[in-house]
């Protein structure tokens, strides 16, 4: 009898502790990147991941294309191409990308917001964070007085640096317009990997404009934020990324080029 309570007492021990968990499903999407900032900034502009491979990864994110032909927008799981003319395109699936970041996004907290500009919305989202230390995808949409992006232009082979493209970037103002801010915070630690702080794009709800965001100013909107816990990061085949060199700290550079 003492043996048989003692083995129903180990299955309610094994069931309870091998059981199902809590879910934390708030934080189970990956944050996906291709290659690294650092290569980027050295000319790496060619790329072996397709946006039909990115689409496997997530609906949400930004990033570029090979040959640096524009700014990439995720939204939704639409692709766009904001190329150098300003103009909004819908790349091919079978597109490929140098460097891109993308995620399932699936937002934990979201509030209306009025009145903000890119210092007072960096402001905001710091205090609005559990910790600097994790990745947050960002989402910021609504009516905007004003939109300043940039794009970057198409470049042939031997590649420039990107700081030596982003010195002649086209860059547009936007004005009286409606439309979604994506994008991502990345801590401290990715520095190298990845734009550390803020780095978002934005795209106009009519896919007329957009780009890489430089400044805005929000009358009202909705601000939509979700923290990602998990990161995996996928490399170019390419001789260009194989010879890199990564000892040099390009991190001014890094500011220089996204502001
Ligand atoms: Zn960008």
Redesign the pocket.
């Known amino acids: 009898m003492r043996i048989r309570r003692e083995i129903i007492g180990l299955f309610v021990w094994i069931f309870v502790g091998c059981g199902p968990q809590p879910s934390n499903q708030v934080h189970e999407q990956t944050l996906f990147q291709v290659s690294t900032i650092d290569a980027l900034m050295q000319g790496v502009y060619d790329g072996n991941t397709t946006l039909s491979e990115l689409s496997q990864k997530g609906d949400f994110g ?1 990033g570029t294309f090979n040959a640096l032909d524009g ?1 990439m927008v995720l939204e939704n799981g639409q692709f766009f191409q904001v190329k150098s003319d300003g103009k909004v395109y819908r790349p091919s699936i079978e597109s490929l990308t140098p460097f891109a970041s993308v995620v399932k996004f699936v937002p934990e907290d979201s509030m209306k917001v009025t009145d903000l500009d890119f210092p007072k919305f960096q402001h905001l989202v710091d205090s609005l964070m559990k910790s600097p230390n994790y990745f947050y995808a960002i989402r910021l949409e609504g009516e905007f007085e004003s939109v300043h992006t940039r794009s970057v232009p198409s470049q042939q082979k031997p590649y420039p640096e990107l700081i030596v493209v982003t010195r002649q970037q086209p860059e547009f103002n936007i004005s009286e317009t409606k439309g979604k801010l994506t994008g991502f915070f990345c801590p401290e630690f990715v520095k190298g990997i990845n734009i550390t702080g803020y ?1 978002l ?1 934005f795209l106009s709800d009519d896919k007329s404009s957009g780009g ?1 965001l430089l400044g805005f100013q929000l009358k009202s909107g909705m601000l939509k934020l979700d923290r990602i816990h998990k990161f995996e990061m996928q490399l170019p085949e390419s001789g260009d990324f194989q010879s890199s060199e990564f000892k040099t700290d390009r991190s001014e550079q890094v500011k220089e080029v ?1 502001n």
């Open positions: 930004i700014e780095h794009h890489h996204e």
